[in-house]
């Protein structure tokens, strides 16, 4: 096979580069044991997300970093689960970057350590304001995505599982003019995170239910001037298992809002 010029111009270069610091050695996808949930919880307002994501794990293996008000806790108050409370950017980002030093050893030794962010759409409202540029918005969601990003990179390299909250919110498609359901996050910042998350689960609140897979829903409605139109509805959601697990019924379109259970199935499947 004749090398190009080009190819052969890149070996050179890479020749003399050095490699980058700290960059991780050659992995193999058969070795990947993935033994920590990185899950994303999100619906409406009274979904039950927080009171559902604190039952995953037993009260001592669980913690929360909470961004609003104690009585957001409320419904979980008989299980005694420790929390820190966030009322600024910096401070939720001290609570994700250490953990540890707030909670103390014996919870950062846990085999099961979990930790909670309820929620993450106010925290999405501290980056933005701790960005403000006061007036050139793409600079602000900008800045505020680059420091969501840099937390949650840290987050994710603990081990520990992890379960964030989030409100839902819905859109129209500008091209296809359906309505989208989706975290409440900015599109930049929510396309970044939604990728790190193997799961995300909506509640749908009539029902009682997770979806665990994007759902498309249609019905009769009619457009602005009062006329027939069929409507829809895209729910984000989505479950990230091997290849091999997938269409075997580990997990279900529609599942009970027991994690638990759920992230059970996975792992004796593995």
């Given amino acids: 096979m004749t090398i190009s010029l080009t190819q052969q111009v890149n070996a050179t270069i890479a020749?003399?580069?050095?490699?980058p610091k700290g960059m991780p050695g050659i992995g193999n996808?058969?070795?990947?044991l993935n033994p920590w949930l990185r899950l994303c919880v999100y619906g409406d307002i009274d979904s039950k997300k927080t009171t559902v994501s604190a039952m995953f794990a037993a009260p001592v293996d669980t913690r929360i970093i909470l961004t609003r008000g104690e009585d957001q806790l409320i419904p979980i108050k008989s299980l005694g689960i420790p929390f820190q409370k966030c009322e600024t950017l910096a401070q939720f980002e001290y609570a994700c970057l250490y953990p540890e030093k707030i909670f103390g050893p014996e919870w950062a030794a846990s085999p099961n350590r979990t930790l909670i962010i309820d929620?993450?759409?106010?925290?999405?409202?501290?980056?933005?304001?701790?960005?403000?540029?006061g007036g050139n918005n793409m600079?602000?969601?900008r800045g505020a995505t680059k420091d969501i990003s840099s937390i949650f990179k840290s987050v994710f390299s603990k081990p520990q599982h992890v379960i964030a909250i989030a409100l839902a919110s819905s859109?129209?498609?500008?091209?296809?003019?359906?309505?989208?359901?989706?975290?409440?996050l900015p599109p930049a910042m929510r396309r970044m995170l939604m990728a790190d998350f193997s799961f995300v689960f909506f509640i749908n609140k009539a029902k009682n239910v997770f979806y665990t897979q994007e759902m498309r829903q249609q019905w009769q409605g009619v457009d602005e001037k009062m006329r027939p139109k069929v409507c829809t509805r895209t729910i984000f959601a989505r479950h990230k298992l091997p290849k091999e697990l997938e269409g075997k019924g580990i997990i279900k379109p529609e599942e009970a809002l027991d994690i638990t259970s759920i992230w059970k199935r996975i792992q004796e499947a593995k």
């Fill in 171 to 184: 859109y129209e498609n500008d091209i296809s003019h359906e309505e989208n359901l989706t975290p409440d």
């Fill in 29 to 32: 996808t058969g070795s990947i």
């Fill in 119 to 133: 929620d993450i759409t106010k925290a999405k409202e501290m980056a933005v304001d701790d960005n403000d540029t």
């Fill in 15 to 19: 020749a003399t580069l050095p490699v």
């Fill in 139 to 141: 600079l602000t969601y």
